[in-house]
């Protein structure tokens, strides 16, 4: 069983910072790309930002610049730096990974944490 739990949600003013952070527990023997998905009221899902094993990184075009994804391959965790938020970035934010759990690569999902930002 795999699982990826996210933490660093919450509400924050225009301007502000926040830290998003994902960590994959379970039978894992190894993760190919990481990254971050985000789902605002009445709109699909899109992607925010991605990294590679080898830490090739891509963004959306909305958060380049503000933005920033890294992971530390060793303890299976993906981060996203989020800088000089606007009202339009709140969201839940989907952490996701493709790992391959010894018997194939499959997409997994975390639960989602709510980014609000908000004055």
């Known amino acids: 069983q795999v699982q990826l739990v996210e933490s660093g949600g919450g509400l924050v003013q225009p301007g502000g910072s926040l830290r998003l952070s994902c960590a994959a527990s379970?039978?894992?023997?190894?993760?190919?790309?990481m990254g971050w998905y985000r789902q605002a009221p009445g709109k699909q899902r899109e992607l925010v930002a991605t990294?590679?094993?080898?830490?090739?990184?891509n963004y959306a075009d909305s958060v380049k610049g503000r933005f920033s994804i890294s992971r530390d391959n060793a303890k299976n965790t993906v981060a996203l730096q989020m800088n000089s938020l606007k009202p339009e970035d709140t969201a839940v934010y989907y952490c996701?990974?493709?790992?391959?759990?010894?018997?194939?690569?499959?997409?997994?999902w975390g639960q989602g944490t709510q980014v609000t930002v908000s004055s």
């Open positions: 990294i590679t094993s080898s830490g090739s990184t």
């Open positions: 379970g039978s894992i023997f190894r993760i190919s790309a």
């Open positions: 996701n990974a493709r790992i391959d759990n010894g018997i194939g690569l499959r997409n997994y």
